[in-house]
T-cell receptor, first 111, second 114 residues
Framework: QQQVKQSPQSLIVQKGGISIINCAYE??????FPWYQQFPGKGPALLIA???DVSEKKEGRFTISFNKSAKQFSLHIMDSQPGDSATYFC??????????WGAGTKLIIKP | GAVVSQHPSRVICKSGTSVKIECRSL??????MFWYRQFPKQSLMLMAT?????????EQGVEKDKFLINHASLTLSTLTVTSAHPEDSSFYIC??????????FGPGTRLTVL
């Protein structure tokens, strides 16, 4: 029940395309859902986050869609650029403020 | 976003020695700091949670006598890997949060034990 399932494991998108990464969770007590971007050899950087009382949040080219009834949320990257190539992690925050992490998605944007 | 620093960024040590990694929150007071370990191509694995002035809470399977964590102030936490062995080689990452906010991560420390 503490798991967060993330898919796909890897994703290749053409430059200018839309990248979509999906996550699903079971624990309805999770209260905060962040997405992190990680480049090789670096720590994760907070990209965008959403709370369960909101269905969508957009920041620039990045959008989170949240479906509370389905217990799913997704990250959409519009107009994907080669600089977006990185590993993306979804996470869910438990009541003790710990983050439960997805397995990660390696995104490659082809020029 | 808030800034978290880690030092050193890379360390190479001989087997049997101890290594200290520092994690600092530069522009906010971190009531809670987290230490993670990440293996290549894998997700982050939480090792322990520390609150300022309290003993760290370790995750199951993490040896507290081997991975000593100190959170002496609201801006500094340290992780000491004692008697390091090659299997301790990994990427160690800290994160910090204040009372209200999300976790912000440091840049990580690459530990190589020879």
């Amino acid at each position: 029940q503490q798991q967060v399932k993330q898919s796909p494991q890897s994703l290749i998108v053409q430059k200018g395309g839309i990248s979509i990464i999906n996550c699903a969770y079971e624990n309805t007590a999770f209260d905060y859902f962040p997405w992190y971007q990680q480049f090789p050899g670096k720590g994760p950087a907070l990209l965008i986050a959403i709370r369960p009382d909101v269905s969508e949040k957009k920041e620039g080219r990045f959008t989170i869609s949240f479906n509370k009834s389905a217990k799913q949320f997704s990250l959409h990257i519009m107009d994907s650029q080669p600089g977006d190539s990185a590993t993306y992690f979804c996470a869910a925050r438990a009541s003790n403020y710990q983050l439960i992490w997805g397995a990660g998605t390696k995104l490659i944007i082809k020029p | 976003g808030a800034v978290v620093s880690q030092h050193p960024s890379r360390v190479i040590c001989k087997s049997g020695t101890s290594v200290k990694i520092e994690c600092r929150s530069l522009d906010f007071q971190a009531t809670t700091m987290f230490w993670y370990r990440q293996f290549p191509k894998q997700s982050l694995m939480l090792m322990a949670t520390s609150n300022e002035g309290s003993k760290a809470t370790y995750e199951q399977g993490v040896e507290k006598d081997k991975f000593l964590i100190n959170h002496a102030s609201l801006t500094l936490s340290t992780l000491t890997v004692t008697s390091a062995h090659p299997e301790d080689s990994s990427f160690y990452i800290c994160s910090a949060r204040d009372q209200q906010g999300p976790q912000f991560f440091g840049p990580g420390t690459r530990l190589t034990v020879l």
